[in-house]
T-cell receptor, first 118, second 113 residues
Framework: GAGVSQSPSNKVTEKGKDVELRCDPI?????LYWYRQSLGQGLEFLIY????????KSGLPSDRFSAERTGGSVSTLTIQRTQQEDSAVYLCASSLGRYQTGGANVLTFGAGSRLTVL | GDSVTQMEGPVTLSEEAFLTINCTYTATGYPSLFWYVQYPGEGLQLLLKATKADDKGSNKGFEATYRKETTSFHLEKGSVQVSDSAVYFC????????????FGKGTKLSVIP
């Protein structure tokens, strides 16, 4: 598509429920990233996918968080047994990643999914 | 590890004032440096970038120069407009291993008429 699409844009859930957040990257972008934006905390890296390589999961804060990317395109971030501290905006981005030539790896971000855990 | 430190906000300026948002970094090797901007209700978008020492990135009247000796990438604009009100993020990519970007905490800018 023309841009990075994320859904839902807003999600309110009860503590202890599972949530799924979806990201549809730009067509042709092989790299996909999830970041978390919390008030006053900036952007926190969660996970990175590059093509068919094993993802870099080094930023996932706990084993309640997981993500998958099917067919090298759409990605789903799943948070199990949500806690109030999970409330944040979850941002997805895509890029050419390691196939970027002639300069820096530029990320294109979606508008984000705002998660509120009551 | 890699890190980015940028001045804390919020910053409030009158229209046509001069803007500086400081950004310093710690990184291995020779990182690429970025400024991203997030307008209200929108996702982050690239404002400008620089890939090597002494490079100057520029866009929409904003400029930032990659200073290796001071490990800095300060954002400047000579005359801000109300439409520049947004959150500005400094970021780096170290170029080693993973292709993630490391971001600063963001600086909120409000420009008043």
């Amino acid at each position: 598509g023309a841009g990075v699409s994320q859904s839902p844009s807003n999600k309110v859930t009860e503590k202890g429920k599972d949530v799924e957040l979806r990201c549809d990257p730009i067509s042709g972008h092989t790299a996909l990233y999830w970041y978390r934006q919390s008030l006053g905390q900036g952007l926190e890296f969660l996970i990175y996918f590059q093509g068919n390589s094993a993802p870099d999961k080094s930023g996932l804060p706990s084993d309640r968080f997981s993500a998958e990317r099917t067919g090298g395109s759409v990605s789903t971030l799943t948070i199990q047994r949500t806690q109030q501290e999970d409330s944040a905006v979850y941002l997805c981005a895509s890029s050419l990643g390691r196939y970027q030539t002639g300069g820096a790896n530029v990320l294109t971000f979606g508008a984000g999914s705002r998660l509120t855990v009551l | 590890g890699d890190s980015v430190t940028q001045m804390e906000g919020p910053v409030t300026l009158s229209e046509e004032a001069f803007l500086t948002i400081n950004c310093t970094y710690t990184a291995t090797g020779y990182p690429s440096l970025f400024w991203y901007v997030q307008y209200p209700g929108e996702g982050l978008q690239l404002l400008l970038k620089a890939t090597k020492a002494d490079d100057k990135g520029s866009n929409k009247g904003f400029e930032a120069t990659y200073r290796k000796e001071t490990t800095s990438f300060h954002l400047e604009k000579g005359s801000v407009q109300v439409s520049d009100s947004a959150v500005y993020f400094c970021a780096l990519h170290s170029g080693a291993g993973s292709y993630q970007l490391t971001f600063g905490k963001g600086t909120k800018l409000s420009v008043i008429p």
